[in-house]
DNA sequence: GTCGTCGTTGAAAGCGCTTTGGAAGACTGA
DNA sequence: TCAGTCTTCCAAAGCGCTTTCAACGACGAC
């Protein structure tokens, strides 16, 4: 069923009918509801090419997934976040196309916009000075950064968790409880989330007086087994740490797992602190939290990211958006005042 | 830059300039290459809505997402599988869309043949006599399922795992070291596969001749939180389960949660054989597995999945493709003989 | 009665591509 | 020389929609 079929049905023109549907006001609203209620019963939808075509809007927007640099990590928490940026599109009546790279991430911009394939972007990952902002801007596409992208000097709109607080928060908390030696497990400190957040962890050390240990943090893919390593690594050395700072909820299971390996108990022997992203499929306890973390949710990062987007395409001239989400801090079961070795 | 510039710039009509670009063999090969280079060299790329609306085909693949029945819960699954079915898709230049939707499912479908944005769609999930897929025929999009649906009478391409064979064998292996009372901790058994998982640990304890315990049976979504309160519960049976069957990884971070709390030690004290989706972010041990597994690579069947698809859309009379995929029993430190309880 | 205005509808152009149906030129063989 | 092939190219229609421009009837004002 086309425009044309149905306006022939109708016995009006495709005009008439486009404009009918399309809510524009010089039609009557007599003809309007007869049109509606015609398409409504042959189950009319137009053409998403023929409309795109016509109107030079694509009606979706693209998230392009780098394929990350080792291991083709797929990032866990992508799906929270897109499950959240896909609710919006919905409502909003755009499509979420996904594009999944190996090499030249600027190429597959450039094709997106040459195509027309999509309307704008989410950047996901932002690195430090990334230089796929500055392409993007060069393009003409618009987009949102999922996070930011310390030392790049051009605007542009972002939405972000305030990685640098959440965990300088942490380190205090945890440094209120008297620990001194705190590991700290992250990401990888090209990526912009991961450099920040050392930088509030080592803000609340210095504050306290405390020199920084390069052998107590390490960095890498957010992965089970970076957890479990370098926390091992980390409780083998002469002066081990007392606490653990770590990345995400998958991390912290693979600490969880070293610490347990150890023989230590968890709240009593090592306390533990983590991010959590609020994964639906990973949550940190029912009601009592298990870990002691900061928390935000990124299902909700997406739904407002993806609003920010649809917003910056519809009204291009406004000024940019930022946004920055306080993570909060929730007290589990997996902190405690830090051990007296001598005991 | 459109082919009516280009072609402009070429002193060529579109129509050549067309059909060279498209391998036609109407063209000699001096102008394909001069039309090629040119091409190049001006960054030309073919309107995607243009040439959709011109040859009817999207070039793009639909993924549709229900929102969870409760939680709404990601499943952590997905992300791999779409990353491997975005390997796919780049190479054969097919863009994936995704829709995360709440209600009727349908109604997506039908809207997306309606107004054509994909040529053909992968179906997640699918449960016991699924209803989906008769409609999916019924509207006649193209479409290949990830898993299958038991009690379903119409032909169609599906690519699955062997989930019984699978569960039959772990169930099997844990008898075999002498595990009598085996606890199963299972998706929700309304999806195909955690019913086919169920079917397989069945089978091998009635070949054993082992009655089915109810209370060793759990189903729900599988988060980390079924495996610890699924089996803590187990545990605190006057007859508790001296091994675990968990469905995924992250049921089996839970159901580990509930052993350790317990104070039992797992291989010696209590087994655990999972299955393994081999997600890039949670792996089973770097070079030994942690955990005794049923292995099957979930962004591999994604690869798969997508060429199957790909393929029927392509060519649409052949008969439809079915793909069994037999998951590896890797053994790992995380199972041993049954314990003397008496001892 | 004429004119301007308002409210409502339509014809047709155009979005950027593919593809059908020729057509011009080059080349054969007689 | 000419009819009959190929080879190589093109004009134009068409995909299904939006949108500009124009038209038409009704109406009130003069």
Redesign the interface.
């Known amino acids: 069923?086309t425009l044309k079929e149905l306006s022939k049905v109708l016995g009006l023109s495709q005009t008439t009918v486009s404009r009918a549907l399309n809510g524009y006001p010089e039609v009557s609203e007599t003809t309007r509801s007869r049109v509606r209620e015609a398409a409504e019963r042959h189950?009319?939808?137009?053409?998403?090419?023929?409309k795109?075509?016509a109107t030079g809007r694509?009606m979706?927007i693209g998230h392009v997934?780098p394929?990350s640099i080792r291991?083709?990590?797929?990032?866990?928490v992508?799906?929270?976040f897109?499950?959240g940026a896909?609710?919006t599109?919905?409502r909003s009546g755009y499509?979420?196309?996904?594009?999944?790279?190996?090499k030249d991430e600027s190429e597959v911009y450039?094709?997106f916009k040459?195509?027309?394939?999509v309307d704008g972007i989410v950047v996901h990952g932002p690195r430090l000075n990334d230089p796929r902002l500055r392409q993007l801007a060069d393009i003409g596409l618009p987009f949102v950064v999922h996070g930011r992208s310390s030392g790049l000097d051009i605007p542009y709109s972002w939405l972000d968790v305030n990685n640098r607080s959440a965990f300088h928060r942490a380190t205090r908390f945890l440094l209120d409880l008297g620990h001194r030696r705190i590991g700290l497990v992250n990401g990888l400190e090209e990526m912009d989330f991961a450099f920040r957040r050392r930088r509030g962890y080592e803000q609340a050390l210095t504050e306290h007086g405390l020199p920084i240990d390069p052998a107590l943090i390490a960095a890498d893919?957010?992965?089970?087994?970076h957890g479990y390593r370098s926390a091992r690594a980390m409780l083998a050395l002469p002066d081990p740490p007392t606490a653990f700072l770590a990345a995400s909820m998958?991390c912290t299971?693979g600490v969880r797992?070293a610490t347990?390996e150890s023989g230590l108990v968890c709240s009593r022997d090592v306390s533990i602190v983590t991010f959590d992203d609020s994964?639906?499929?990973?949550?940190n306890?029912?009601d009592v939290p298990?870990y002691t973390a900061t928390r935000s949710s990124v299902r909700e990062a997406g739904r407002r990211t993806a609003r920010m987007l649809i917003d910056r395409i519809q009204t291009p001239d406004t000024p940019h958006r930022q946004e920055l989400l306080e993570a909060q801090l929730v007290v589990g079961l997996s902190t405690g005042p830090v051990p007296n070795r001598q005991g």
Chains 1, 2 share one sequence.
């Open positions: 069923m189950a009319y939808r137009p053409n998403a090419r023929a795109g075509l694509a979706a997934i394929q291991h083709e990590t797929v990032n866990p992508f799906g929270d897109i499950a896909g609710e599109y919905a499509e979420m196309v996904l594009a999944f790279i190996e450039r094709t040459a195509r027309g394939s893919e957010m992965t089970e087994f998958i299971l797992r347990d994964l639906s499929y990973l949550q306890g029912q298990i």
